[in-house]
């Protein structure tokens, strides 16, 4: 039973354009919502949170938003730069548990 | 200041060979992780810890055992291994629960089990 599923398993957008990354979940008991970014060889990093009382949050480059009557977020990267290619991981977190998605691989082409 | 390390990097077993990951943190942090990633399947939760001296299980908690000695270290064994435990292991950490909760996470140890 997948809580927080990320059906695109991957993305590829040209540098400069918008990222979408979407994220559904099954459960409206969570308080959070969380993305991570991860590279290669390395651990997951927090990248962005939105509590489950606001519709959005934006931090530089990169906004969230959140659509609760639909259980649906996403992730918008822009402008996307070759940087940001790596494995974006949705989660949703209810005090200090945590469930993730999948993931999505994002490239980003130069 | 290294935030979360793992030990080791790599590991190679053979089936039925016992072995122990070490997790350290030097942010004080309260609560501790171990996750898996699979192909597919995200991050799943094995065993956590709310505190020193305490450990509860997570999501796929068979076939591994726990322990939080001391605040700063949070070890993950395996008695016997198989197959199935090949993964790729992550150790986190985070402060307080009643925020976002976010986690500080590990590189990452990638066990091969023959």
């Known amino acids: 039973d997948q809580q927080v599923k990320q059906n695109s398993p991957s993305l590829s957008v040209q540098e400069g354009r918008i990222s979408i990354l979407n994220c559904d979940y099954t459960?409206?008991?969570?308080?959070?919502f969380l993305w991570y970014k991860k590279y290669p060889a390395e651990g997951p990093t927090f990248l962005i949170s939105?509590?489950?009382?606001?519709d959005k949050n934006e931090d530089g480059r990169f906004t969230v938003f959140l659509n609760k009557s639909a259980k649906h977020l996403s992730l918008h990267i822009v402008p996307s730069q070759p940087g940001d290619s790596a494995v974006y991981f949705c989660a949703a977190s209810r005090g200090f548990k945590t469930i993730f998605g999948a993931g999505t691989r994002l490239f980003v082409k130069a | 200041n290294a935030g979360v390390t793992q030990t080791p990097k790599f590991r190679v077993l053979k089936t039925g060979q016992s072995m122990t990951l070490l997790c350290a943190q030097d942010m004080n942090h309260e609560y501790m992780y171990w996750y898996r990633q699979d192909p597919g399947m995200g991050l799943r939760l094995i065993h956590y810890?709310?505190?020193?001296?305490?450990?509860a299980k997570g999501e796929v908690p068979d076939g591994y055992n726990v322990s939080r000695l001391k605040k700063q270290n949070f070890l993950l064994g395996l008695e016997s291994a198989a197959p199935s435990q090949t993964s790729v292991y992550f150790c986190a950490s985070s402060y307080l629960a009643g925020t976002a909760n976010e986690q500080f996470f590990g590189p990452g140890t990638r066990l091969t089990v023959l």
């Open positions: 939105i509590s489950s009382i606001k």
């Open positions: 459960n409206s008991m969570f308080d959070y």
């Open positions: 810890s709310v505190g020193e001296g305490t450990t």
